[in-house]
């Protein structure tokens, strides 16, 4: 009986210890706290310049600009690690054939040069639409599956490159804002290729944390629809973006769907500026919406104007907009039993100004909206990576190497 009862609790211990391991979020080797997106593709070649090694090395692009000083700096300004993006597509194109080899090599030494100044480092897979310049983009990776299986070749590999790194220093996100599961129709693509990706990834970094996501542009809701159990592996980080509400931070963007373009001029928070004030500026969106939108897109327009601007239009008001993602995220976390340290807001930031675009948006109004998603993330216990270095989110670039407006980053050092 003795010797039942010490098998018995030998078995016990045993199942307790896997049921442990099949937790999701338990043990993430990769622990960080405050971070910045490295950015990219402002002075990018098209791809018939990709095979030419001057045109594409070093890799990634940032490498062109930043050196060791810069990064010293962002240590030194209270960040303790970079999420670095790099473009995917040169790595799936004809064109780098020759060159394949080094561009890896070159990502690894980008990984290395941020460890040396004292900063860890997201590796970020970033895909962007395809157009004139590029072949396979986001759009390209989700529709076609021999695409989608040279990413996750591609993904393979590059995990590959990075497995022998000191795992408390580097962590690998195999997909940035997978474009996917966005309609209501009730299709769900998402959770079975990031398992697919997640598992050729692992299979090549065996230590490294990896970095997942929920699909539709690594929005909270999306998030939220991910059964993490799925993936039975405590080594995850869970990640999330949000620039709610898109109205303030995106204002001006041409990229951006066909309504911000002609949305210029609005304070943050509205509350900001006195009631007369805000409704002369909606009065010259609404004016620049009739005089340049298409006729038949006026009318919605105009209404989506109105609502959007009614569900911010109080302080209050405002607060549940921008909290909504992050009580979502902390709802699906206590579910899953996924510590607040295990995720990761990983991008948020309002616009500086968009290329080619006179409207440059007040620095007193970035900074209050950083500051106050700073405020959010870190009531959650979630750790952060504001977007970006440079262009047109810039906090320490804008275009063409010119310096932004201190005040976000004043702010962000004063957090020490």
């Known amino acids: 009986m003795a010797l039942l009862t010490a098998m018995i609790k030998t078995l016990m211990a045993a199942l307790l210890v896997l049921t442990a391991l099949a937790l999701p979020g338990q043990a993430a080797s990769f622990s960080v706290k405050r971070g910045l997106n490295l ?29 060791d000083d810069d990064l010293e700096a962002l240590k030194s300004a209270g960040f303790d690690f970079l999420r670095m993006p790099v473009d995917p597509s040169p790595f799936l194109s004809d064109e780098t054939a020759a060159l394949r080899e080094e561009l890896y090599a070159s990502v690894l030494d980008s990984v290395r040069m941020i460890n040396r100044a004292g900063l860890k480092v997201i590796v970020d897979m970033h895909l962007i639409p395809s157009g004139s310049s590029r072949k396979i983009g986001m759009g390209e990776m989700m529709d076609d599956p021999k695409v989608f299986e040279a990413y996750v070749e591609m993904v393979r590999k590059m995990a590959r490159t990075l497995a022998d790194e000191d795992p408390r220093q580097v962590a690998f996100e195999p997909m940035n804002e997978p474009v996917v599961d966005c309609d209501t129709d009730g299709t769900s693509h998402w959770p079975e290729r990031q398992q697919k990706l997640f598992a050729a ?12 996501t929920g699909a539709c542009y690594s929005n909270a809701a999306s998030l939220a629809k991910i059964d993490p159990k799925a993936i039975t592996d405590d080594n995850i980080i869970w990640t999330f973006h949000s620039y709610e509400p898109f109205l303030l931070t995106h204002q001006g963007a041409t990229w951006a769907g066909d309504f911000i373009p002609y949305v210029t001029g609005l304070p943050y928070p509205l509350s900001a500026v006195p009631r007369a004030q805000l409704d002369a500026t909606l009065d010259t969106i609404r004016a620049r919406i009739k005089a340049e939108a298409p006729w038949a897109r006026q009318r919605g327009l105009l209404a989506y104007l109105d609502e959007q601007v009614a569900s911010m239009d109080t302080d209050e008001k405002l607060l549940a907009v921008m909290d909504t993602p992050f009580k979502t995220v902390e709802a699906w976390a206590k579910a899953n039993g996924i510590k607040p340290e295990n995720i990761t807001l990983g991008e948020f930031g309002m616009i500086l100004q968009e290329y080619g675009n006179a409207y440059v948006m007040p620095a007193k109004y970035r900074a209050a909206y950083v500051r106050d998603m700073v405020a959010r993330a870190e009531a959650h216990g979630f750790s952060w990576s504001v977007w970006s270095y440079g262009g047109a989110f810039g906090i320490v670039d804008a275009f063409d190497r010119e310096k932004a407006e201190p005040d976000v980053m004043e702010m962000i050092k004063s957090l020490h």
Request: hydrophobic share 35%; glycine share 4%; proline share 7%.
């Open 39 to 67: 950015d990219q593709w402002t002075t990018w070649p098209s791809e018939d310049k990709w095979g030419d090694r001057q045109a594409i090395l070093p890799y990634p692009e940032w490498r062109k600009f930043l050196g």
């Open 201 to 212: 990834a692992r299979s090549s970094a065996t230590k490294l944390t990896l970095i997942l």
